[in-house]
């Protein structure tokens, strides 16, 4: 396979002077570029096996125009060994136009593999004299744990070194270090980011150890370390019977959560994780540490509520705002295949519906030989007795072959509704729509999942509306850097196969996928959840951020100009 990491190309024959130099970790591929007409450019995507490359291009010219597209680059290798790229351009917009260019190869600097290798053991101890968190190598105890992404798909990209930090000092130093050394990093909270952005070739900053949890009773204010998790957070939450929103995994991380956005099962009733945000502390670029608020560094503040983790600086600490713990009824109502589109017609008006205190995941599924599955999971803040009527429509539409509808204690109906995938490698692409689906819209999801070409992994493929709306809805879309406050329904769309599985399984899952989401674009909109990464999105600073995508450009350069913190979608 190519690999594109540190290549430098530019047009054929040396074009307008632009030149782009392409970085790599596994499949992700990604440049920034400027000269000639562009002021500045982003090209972001994957890579096939056979190194071709799938990418979406946002370009600012200098006269401030935006103009967006995708190509697709097919390698060809000259006879002294450097590449020449097939790129065969489509352009959107106003100036919607297409054609075929060709860029070469021209020298380049190091690589990061280069870069990393070249720091050897004597630098890497240079590192261990300024810290005092525990540095990890490639086969030390832990390195393992530390560095492993959580999706599989991405298990090939392995950092240099793994630095379990013991504080913000350690982040500020070690970020130092790093650019002196020429050595990319990045932070890993949970690890679970679904494009491995939290794992990269060069140095990961692991914030597991940053894992404490102080509530304030008085105030209800409650303040998380940086690496904190789920489990951990609730587990503290419990003792005071107080909440935030919060995810239904164990072992996601807080940091990833919030900087996202943070959809739960309680967002309709209390808002976004992000929304409960009341400070947080943050290591610069520079090595220096800031808190921001409301009122102090207000525009990172913004930023920090739903503008993507790791954009910006590492965060270290936050400080949430929760509220006394309300009652609560969960519900899981199943019903077999033949009854899906009943079922989801059903379920969308219910949810157009209902009061915020009701928030449900509607889903269709299969696992490779299994007949598929129509599921409703869901949480209300009030009595089984009034969930069941809100049910009523859907338990009337079509035979459940289960019903479980009972009343629980908060903390109960977060266990019941506890979540965790089966592990291997996964896709997963999303749109948003306002109103519910038409008909023909939730045909097509019913009849992809149906057609699903199969592959080892339990947890299969699906299709899922998340019921976004209610309290999301009542902050605009400007005021926090999250700009889905429009939305009614999330429509997310998922594969999983086994790494090990044949080349063309993945392939078969990844086109199934690719092809669901285009066609679900006739009935969804473009945006996207940043939380739910999509490395395969064409204009994906649009779909994650819409309105907001230039104010997080100018908070970018604000504060890392140099772009310290650089993954594929970085802002």
């Known amino acids: 396979m190519i690999n594109y990491d540190g290549r430098l190309f530019r047009k054929a024959g040396g074009g307008d002077g632009t030149v782009a130099q392409y970085h ?11 000269g000639g007409k562009v002021r500045r450019g982003t090209v972001t995507g994957v890579c096939s096996p056979d190194g071709t490359l799938r990418l979406a291009y946002t370009m600012v010219l200098g006269t401030g125009e935006v103009i967006s597209g995708h190509t697709v680059n097919v390698p060809q290798q000259r006879p002294d060994g450097r590449l020449v790229l097939r790129e065969e351009w489509q352009r959107f917009g106003d100036h919607a136009a297409s054609g075929v260019s060709y860029l070469e190869e021209v020298p380049t600097r190091p690589s990061v593999s280069e870069r990393t290798g070249s720091v050897g053991m004597t630098g890497w101890d240079g590192l261990r004299d300024v810290v005092d968190g525990r540095l990890r190598l490639p086969g030390d105890d832990g390195f393992e744990e530390r560095s492993r992404p959580f999706n599989e798909r991405f298990r090939d990209v392995r950092p240099a070194a793994v630095l379990s930090v013991a504080g913000p000092d350690d982040v500020g130093r070690a970020i130092g270090w790093a650019r002196e050394a020429g050595v990319p990093v990045v932070a890993r909270g949970g690890g679970h980011s679904y494009a491995g952005n939290s794992v990269n070739r060069g140095l990961v900053l692991d914030l597991q150890d940053l894992d404490d949890v102080h509530v304030d ?37 807080i940091g990833g959560l919030v900087l996202g956005g943070g959809v739960s099962v309680v967002s309709r009733a209390m808002g976004l994780t992000c929304d409960s945000l009341v400070s947080t502390d943050l290591v610069l670029a520079d090595g220096s540490t800031v808190t921001c608020s409301e009122t102090e560094n207000p525009d990172l503040f913004w930023a920090c ?59 269709v599924s299969r696992a490779a030989g299994q007949a598929g599955v129509v599921s409703v999971v869901g949480q209300h803040l009030g009595p089984a007795e009034e969930l069941r009527e809100l049910l009523a429509p859907a338990l009337a539409a079509a035979p459940p072959s289960r019903v479980d509808i009972a009343d629980r204690t908060y903390w109960e109906a977060a266990d019941y509704l506890h979540h965790e995938t089966a592990g291997g490698a996964f896709a997963v692409r999303t749109r948003c729509t306002p109103e519910p689906l038409s008909e023909d819209g939730l045909r097509t999801l019913v009849t992809a999942v149906d057609k699903w070409p199969g592959s080892a992994n339990p947890d299969g493929a699906g299709a899922a509306l998340f019921t976004w709306g209610g309290a999301i809805n009542d902050v605009p879309v400007t005021e926090t850097a999250f700009p889905h406050r429009d939305v009614l329904f999330l429509v997310s769309m998922d594969t999983a196969w086994l790494p090990d599985e044949a080349p063309e399984v993945v392939r078969g899952n990844l086109d199934w996928l690719h092809d669901l989401h285009r066609d679900m674009g006739e009935y969804a909109t473009g945006a996207s959840y940043v939380n739910f990464t999509d490395p395969d999105l064409d204009d994906w600073r649009a779909a994650y951020h819409g309105p907001n995508a230039d104010r997080l450009a ?18």
């Open 554 to 571: 100018e908070v970018k350069r604000r504060y890392d100009p140099d772009r310290v913190f650089s993954f594929s979608q970085a802002i």
């Open 24 to 34: 790599q970790d596994g499949d992700l591929v990604w440049a920034d570029f400027t």
């Open 217 to 253: 009773p008085s105030t209800a204010l409650v303040t998380v370390g940086g690496g904190a998790r789920t489990r951990r957070i609730y587990d503290a939450l419990r003792e005071h019977d107080l909440v935030f929103p919060l995810g239904n995994s164990d072992d996601v991380g």
């Open 305 to 363: 509520r739903g503008g993507g983790g790791g954009n910006f600086g590492v965060n270290t600490s936050f400080t949430f705002q929760a509220r006394p713990v309300p009652a609560a009824s969960t519900c899981l109502v199943l019903w077999d295949w033949p009854h899906a589109m009943d079922v989801l017609t059903v379920m969308q008006e219910v949810m157009r519906l209902a009061p915020n205190a009701f928030s449900a995941r509607i889903g």
